[in-house]
């Protein structure tokens, strides 16, 4: 049985709700709304347990990692993503072959074959994008009240080559201490994750 063709549009919408919800990030009444929402169910998790703040990001963002993750699994077709990168990696080495022999046949015979694996190529990144929004739907919401509680948490942290730094300050460049700990957390918690799930790299 033939596959059935995807339209593009669920890729556009897709690109279209990822970038609204980035976008929402300048909206400063949006997010205090939303992070004082949020903060109702994690502040107790600091005021009454007295779970250190820094602690709470490794938690966070080892949810975020896990949800991501799966969401991927499960919406992107990984073998599929795998045997058309390796179609092209072929293509470009024969494309090569072809232009170097000169031969004018075999280049308008490939040129056109390049339109249609660029075509399964720009299917398989708008596809990419699906997962994105689903996940930009729980990630954005934890940044809010990350940044709603921030200031209400005054910690430090050690860290390599830096020293003792208030999660607040800035750490490396214009990246504050807190968004470089939850990167630290969150790019090795999902490694490990992917790397259980079995999931190729995007």
């Not at 963002?61 to 795998?82: A, N």
């Not at 022999?101 to 990419?128: C, T, W, Y």
Request: proline share 5%; with cysteine; hydrophobic share 50%.
């Amino acid at each position: 049985m033939a596959e059935k063709k995807r339209g593009p549009l669920g890729g556009y919408l897709a690109i279209v709700f990822a970038m609204a919800m980035m976008f929402s990030y300048s909206i400063p009444w949006l997010r205090e709304t939303v992070g004082s929402a949020i903060n109702t169910v994690f502040g107790p998790l600091l005021t009454q347990f007295g779970v250190p703040f820094f602690i709470l990001i490794v938690i966070l963002s080892t949810l975020t990692g896990l949800y991501s993750s799966l969401i991927q699994k499960y919406t992107i077709d990984y073998e599929k993503m795998q045997r058309v990168q390796a179609q092209m990696k072929e293509f470009q080495r024969e494309f090569r072959e072809v232009q170097l022999g000169g031969d004018e046949k075999r280049i308008k015979k490939m040129q056109a074959r390049q339109s249609a694996m660029m075509g399964e190529q720009l299917e398989m990144s708008q596809a990419q994008f699906k997962p994105m929004a689903y996940i930009l739907v729980v990630s954005v919401p934890i940044f809010f009240w990350l940044l709603y509680r921030l200031p209400l948490t005054p910690e430090h942290l050690v860290f390599p080559f830096i020293g003792t730094t208030a999660l607040t300050a800035a750490a490396f460049g214009p990246f504050p201490a807190w968004i470089l700990w939850y990167m630290m957390c969150s790019l090795t918690i999902s490694q490990v994750i992917r790397k259980s799930l079995n999931i190729g790299g995007v």
